[in-house]
């Protein structure tokens, strides 16, 4: 009769939180990876952020009314792939990351400071880590897969205990029996799935029965059950729906309740596992208001009780963590033993050397109860507490009067310093953010970090009188070196599809409709590989074509009235296609290409011969590009290095240094004052990142390295000197990234990104002196599109507009006048570019402006609204609506016309 029997979860009713209980203002990451990105002890949460290599920190309940504040944590020097809690202490979280290590941290209990070091630091692994998890009965045991191993730690001893590497492809999953007798795992070419693209693992209530899922051959969700005494077949099987992002797996072996979240999905959907059949019975789905980034379980022993609540859930979404609870419908004043049996207590029940000398022994249980607690508590010695400092003690200053929250809270991660330097999470705020602020902006920035006064910035596609449209046959192919076309302040070139290596420039100065006849071209004769204006002369086009030859081209001034067949010179020397093409940034006539001989060759155009030869490349050059003072040239290159030449100095690189893992394509380009190198390149996982090197050491790495998304074009950096902005994005994309950059930390400061509605081919930056100065616009660009060219304007909202922006507009170089002759420059000269101020006449600059008395501001009448009772808050809207309709007891227009007296109305 037992496999009738009704269930007692049938009823369980599936309660999102409301909005005030959601812990709000976070940016969660979304990078792949074999983790659920979220963990919680009975007092903490720790979730990964959008900056790779930091956690998030923040209490599991809130103190009293005040809202939760969450902390961030800088971990790694790289994104952050799993992390665990100990069973028995709530404060101690061990995390693994892509950069090989696992560490482990002693965290603080609410208001004091996050630790800026790891209590204790296990590997480097050969690769990177991708799972832990802590023994459920012995304190300081812990599994951690990398690769294709997995590794049992003593980590008191900072020693593996023994090392199972029977495994034939990447772990995916790594996880204890209850007992801690039995380590299950699971892999990618797994027989478990056919599909082996990611699989998950929870052992059940029954010591022998596993829980796994993954995907089937037609790429569908799948949950099975095992027996590990006959791994041959399931016992039970369910599909699910079709879906990319993997099957988390959330077990509560105590009740038997299975939570299957799917990544990028809106619904979470609850199952019981029954051991006698053996099956999955369906109890309820929630259906959620946005999309799952990771997932986890609430310990039981943090539940509420006595409101029958016998399962929570933290949804992490992109911008808040939701909690969700699962109740069954009972009397919710009496203990329901049925639903809560005893469950593992937080005392272990040995250490790692019994443990591994075969000792057996089981955590204690303890009671639900409410009459049983507090149960007993424990502290790990693996990592001490830590000591309370002086400046911990002392209560945080709470911003007060009238500054703005939005104003600290509109990129709060961009107050976050590098991963790579956790000790720098400081509260300085660095004075290159520029912001003037009041004692109560300071204090909150103390708590945020600096944060970028750029980060409002607005990008808009400008009116479309200002486009160049019916744009045919536009050459979609050109290599990934190539930014897809170029534009000065005059024109653009654009190459095209048609044979001969034909390029279109168009005039900027005249928008509008081209005509539907062929457009006059320059006749390359070979295909076009890519293409540079001389920035010294508008009317120069250089050429860079797939038959190893350069071809500049004299547009005329009126532009391009008929079909050009000849060029003005051709430059032979290299004996492969050329990579990319790049003038010198302050010297007349000079001018560096790359190409597939892997070489880089310097020209003297006025000579039309080549002067200087760089080599040391191993393979494919991905990018170069000249530092400000032209007296460096800094390359990416396929073979996983970044170099820096002095061309004047020898043929040989300078320096090198680890580029990006990925060998998909990279660029370069010189920020902060040549100070630093900027790469945007691939991880080993294909995901696109940022890396930030000093330019004079190279060799120790990257200063910061931010992860990004996933996408298969390289990003294109844009870099405005000016401004310390980079503007990134990539061919086919919809998005464009903005962050400011510092030489120091937090190295990079997010700021608002441009969106489309439709991917474009190609997007550039024009010159500082392109820009509407007086709508404080920061930066022009040019977005090329499948038949359309439109120009994007990145302007900072600002309320005094009608004086010049002296803080976001310093004096910008003289690009267009050059400095020294290519003679000069080879001949070993060097020269700084002259400055010209942007100040429109008759504007003053606002640094000079009269101050303003600032504005009292009123509390919403929301505020007062909260404190009061339904019936006081339906008696004022009534009455308010009165006052608006006007006093009743008012006199009618009617009643103010003057008629006729009665003896006046004549009868008919």
């Known amino acids: 009769m037992s496999r009738f029997k009704v269930s007692k979860f049938r009823h369980t009713e599936a309660r999102p939180s ?23 002890s009975c007092h903490l949460i720790a979730f990964n952020s959008d900056r790779p290599g930091v956690l998030g920190i923040v209490p599991l309940e809130s103190q009293g009314e005040d809202k939760r504040q969450v902390t961030y944590l800088g971990c790694h ?64 045991v812990l599994a951690s897969a990398a690769g294709m191993a997995v590794k049992v730690w003593d980590v ?111 619904r979470l959907s609850c199952y019981e596992v029954l051991p006698q059949q053996p099956a999955l019975s369906p109890v309820t789905q929630c259906l959620l208001e946005s999309v799952l980034r990771g997932a986890a379980l609430v310990p039981r022993r943090a539940l509420a009780i006595m409101n029958c609540e016998v399962l929570r859930v933290l949804q992490l979404s992109n911008t808040a963590i939701v909690p969700v609870s699962y109740h069954v419908p009972r009397k919710a004043v009496e203990f329901h033993e049925d639903l809560f049996p005893d469950t593992a207590g937080c005392v272990p029940a040995s250490d790692p050397h019994a443990w591994w000398a075969g000792s057996n022994q089981q955590v204690q249980k303890v009671s639900l109860h409410p009459a049983h607690r507090p149960h007993p508590s424990f502290t790990s010695c693996l990592v001490p507490p830590m000591e309370p400092s002086l400046d911990a003690a002392q209560p945080a200053e709470t911003p007060v009067g009238d500054t703005d929250p939005s104003e600290g809270f509109s990129s709060p991660l961009s107050s976050l310093a590098s991963p790579s330097t956790p000790s720098s ?12 602020t009041s004692p109560s902006q300071r204090s909150l920035q103390s708590l945020l970090g600096p944060s970028s006064k750029f980060r409002h910035a607005q990008g808009t596609v400008l009116h479309r009188d200002s486009h160049i449209t019916n744009l045919k046959g536009l050459n979609l192919t050109t290599p990934g070196e190539s930014d897809g076309f170029c534009a000065n302040r005059l024109r653009v070139a654009v190459p095209l599809l048609s044979s001969g290596g034909q390029v279109a420039v168009l005039e900027l100065q005249k928008p509008g409709r081209l005509p539907d006849t062929a457009l006059p071209t320059l006749q390359n004769g070979a295909a076009v590989t890519d293409l540079a204006w001389d920035p ?34 051709v430059l032979t020397g290299h004996t492969e296609k050329i990579y990319s093409l790049r003038f010198h940034p302050l010297a007349a006539d000079l001018l560096a290409s790359s190409s597939y001989d892997l070489t880089i060759r310097i020209w003297d155009l006025q000579a039309r011969a080549e002067q200087l030869r760089l080599q040391g490349h191993r393979d494919q050059i991905f990018s170069l590009a000249w530092s400000p003072s032209g007296q460096h040239l800094a390359t990416v290159c396929k073979d996983g290095y970044l170099r820096v030449y002095e061309p004047r100095g020898g043929p040989e690189p300078l320096q090198e240094g680890p580029g990006p893992e990925g060998a998909r394509g990279a660029r370069v380009v010189w920020v902060c004052d040549g100070q630093c190198l900027l790469v ?70 997010e700021c608002n990104s441009f969106t489309s509605t439709d991917p474009h081919k190609g997007f550039i930056l024009l010159p500082k002196t392109e820009c509407d100065v007086r709508e404080v616009e920061f930066a022009r660009c040019l977005r090329l599109r499948q038949t359309s060219l439109e120009p994007v304007a990145f302007r900072l909202p600002r309320v005094r507009k009608e004086f010049f922006q002296d803080d976001v507009f ?47 501001r009123v509390p919403s009448s929301a505020i007062y609204l909260e404190e009061k009772s339904d019936q006081q808050k339906k008696e004022e809207l009534l009455n308010a609506m009165v006052a608006k309709l006007g006093n009743r007891e008012d006199p009618l227009p009617q009643d103010s016309f003057e008629g006729v007296d009665e003896d006046e109305w004549v009868s008919g």
């Open 77 to 140: 020097s790289d994104l952050v792939t799993d992390l665990d809690f100990s069973p028995f202490d709530d404060f101690l979280l061990a995390t693994g990351s892509a950069d090989r290590t696992v560490k482990l941290w002693r965290l603080p209990a609410s208001g004091q400071a996050l630790p800026s070091v790891p209590g204790l630091v296990l590997g480097p692994e050969p690769v990177q880590v991708e799972v832990l998890h802590f023994h459920p009965t012995a304190d300081g």
């Open 425 to 436: 999470l400081g509260p300085s705020l660095s004075s290159t953010s520029g912001i003037g």
């Open 156 to 266: 008191a001893k900072h020693q593996a205990l023994t090392e199972l590497a029977a495994h034939g492809d990447l772990v995916q999953a790594a996880v204890w029996s209850r007992d801690g007798a039995l380590l299950g795992t699971i892999c990618k070419s797994t027989e478990a799935h056919k599909n082996g693209k990611d699989g998950r693992l929870a052992w059940t209530g029954i010591q022998e029965h596993l829980v796994s899922t993954g995907f089937n051959q037609m790429r569908e969700h799948e949950v099975k059950v095992w027996d590990t005494r006959h791994f041959s077949s399931a016992l039970a099987s369910l599909t699910l729906d079709t879906s990319p992002g993997s099957l988390m797996l959330l077990l509560d072996p105590d009740s038997g309740l299975l939570i299957l979240a799917g990544k990028g999905e809106s």
């Open 536 to 569: 010294f002369d508008p009317y120069r086009l250089a050429v860079g074509g797939e038959d190893a030859r350069i071809r500049l081209w004299r547009v005329p001034p009126e532009g391009l009235q008929e079909v050009l067949t000849t060029p003005e010179a």
């Open 680 to 749: 945007s390149g691939f991880d080993s996982r294909s995901e696109r990142q940022l890396l930030l090197y000093p330019a004079e050491a190279l060799a120790g790495g990257p200063l910061a390295v931010l992860g990004l998304d996933v996408a298969p074009s390289t990003l294109l950096p844009s870099y405005d000197p000016d401004t310390s902005l980079v503007l990134l994005t990539g061919k086919g994309d919809t998005r464009v990234f903005l962050y400011e950059l510092l030489p120091e930390a937090p190295f990079f400061l």
């Open 18 to 40: 409301r909005r005030e209980a959601w812990i709000s203002d976070i940016r969660a990451g979304t990078t792949a990876s074999c983790g659920n990105h979220i963990k919680s």
């Open 810 to 856: 310093p004096d910008t170089t003289v690009s267009w006048e050059p400095v020294l002759s290519a003679k000069a420059w080879l001949g070993g000269a060097n020269g700084q570019p002259r400055l010209i101020s942007l100040q429109p006449p008759g504007m003053s600059p606002v640094s000079q402006a009269p101050r303003e008395a600032p504005a009292r």
